[in-house]
């Protein structure tokens, strides 16, 4: 038999009561390997306001580049301390802030190896269904060739790729623009 | 790695767009730009798992969780979680949040002029079992009026979040009460085409889980993604 998937409705402006217990911010424990970044970034709306209301969540490889997960069958090591997991609400000024590790390359739809990458989900009162897209890390010269970016329009790319943070080793910017010039790229899934 | 299976594309209408109009704080937040189609890959088609030590008896009885019991009408809220293959979908969290019996949430920005319950949170997690049921005790939510438009009052509702096998089949949706007069005005509940699959938000009165002399049951049924019959090939 075949059933049709439930559909989508908004968090809502009251979500914090039933999403802030399984925060996380921190996705990564001491001990764990691979290279610490902070990643910083502000939710703006289709005025140019910060949107304070918003929530986003964090899916990741580790940094060999292997999914806490049972469909991840490659021969690479998985670790404790990181589920590679993260819920992280916005402020009132609409900022987020999250630690984690820069993930290892995973395996894209063609054989070729995807560049380090998170997929992020997005959540906020107005999303009827939420937003799906990717941060990619700065200087990294795989990004040239990852499959998924490559199928996102050339003057758009760079909605999905941070940039390091001034004057603040170890941290990336990176910004969620829903409407207008510089809007972010969303994803649907499947081809 | 072998092929992955992808999910399968949902049914036409069946989702809402992000752009609603009538839902006013769609209009600057619903992206304008064409979403991007991207093929499955291992980080879709993977995402986080949750174990049961992660929730407690308490946190699916929200009528349990303080000192008292909460005002307003004790229901059972049950159900079963299914992927679009028909398959119970187990060890899946199950998030949910609510108004009180009076229509107020225990939340800083929620100024509706209508108490607070001291004995109420409004907030449950459960993870569903091995055929993939979960239940909740829980007070009914009020009604509550909202700016969206003039005269506007949400119809009562619960929310409910779930993660299911991946990160593609992850699901945030509201359930609503059979015979609410507000549903046909509530732009949220409306904003999905398909009208049998806007009705299926709608739980169903329940003998069975009914509780005698204690509380009405109301069954909702969640399916999530089902993935495609057979992986795709490499081109």
């Known amino acids: 038999m075949s059933l049709c998937a439930t559909t989508s409705q908004t968090v809502g402006p009251f979500f914090k009561i039933g999403l802030l217990w399984l925060s996380r911010n921190r996705l990564v424990e001491e001990g764990v390997t691979g290279e610490r970044v902070t990643v910083r970034g502000r939710v703006i709306d289709g005025d140019g306001v910060p949107v304070p209301d918003a929530i986003l969540e964090v899916w990741q490889a580790n940094s060999h580049g292997k999914y806490a997960h049972p469909e991840d069958t490659q021969d690479k090591p998985l670790e404790g301390g990181f589920q590679g997991y993260g819920r992280i609400p916005v402020n009132a000024e609409g900022a987020f802030c999250f630690s984690t590790i820069k993930p290892g390359t995973v395996p894209g739809p063609d054989g070729k190896e995807q560049a380090p990458h998170l997929a992020i989900t997005l959540f906020m009162r107005g999303l009827l269904r939420h937003l799906w897209t990717r941060m990619y890390f700065p200087n990294d010269s795989r990004n040239a060739a990852d499959p998924i970016l490559k199928l996102v329009p050339a003057d758009r790319r760079s909605t999905l790729v941070a940039t390091n943070a001034p004057n603040e080793p170890g941290a990336v910017e990176w910004n969620v623009i829903l409407q207008g010039k510089n809007e972010t790229v969303f994803f649907e899934l499947g081809l | ?235």
């Open chain 2, 1 to 235: 790695m072998k092929p992955l299976a992808g999910y399968r594309a949902h049914y036409s209408g069946t989702q809402p767009n992000h752009l609603h109009p009538t839902y006013v704080s769609s209009i600057k937040r619903a992206p304008t730009q064409p979403l991007v189609h991207i093929p499955y890959t291992l980080t879709e088609v993977t995402g986080p798992s949750f174990g049961p030590e992660l929730t407690s008896r308490a946190a699916c009885d929200l009528t349990r969780q303080h000192k008292a019991e909460p005002l307003g009408e004790r229901i059972v809220v049950s159900g079963r979680v299914l992927d679009e293959n028909s398959r119970p979908l187990p060890n899946t969290l199950v998030e949910i949040w609510q108004a009180n019996a009076a229509g107020r949430y225990r939340h800083e920005w929620d100024q509706h002029d209508a108490p607070l319950d001291p004995n109420f949170t409004g907030c449950g997690q459960a993870i569903t079992d091995s055929e993939g049921r979960y239940h909740f005790v829980t007070i009914r939510p009020g009604e509550y009026p909202w700016r969206n438009h003039y005269n506007a009052w949400r119809p009562a509702h619960i929310h409910f979040s779930l993660f299911g096998p991946s990160f593609a089949t992850r699901l945030v949706t509201q359930m609503f009460f059979p015979g609410d007069p507000l549903l046909p005005y509530d732009p949220i509940f409306n904003c999905t085409a398909d009208e049998k699959a806007r009705n299926r938000l709608i739980s169903v009165f329940d003998w069975e889980t009914t509780m005698p002399m204690h509380a009405l049951g109301y069954k909702f049924d969640i399916i999530l993604r089902g993935r495609d019959a057979t992986p795709m090939e490499d081109e």
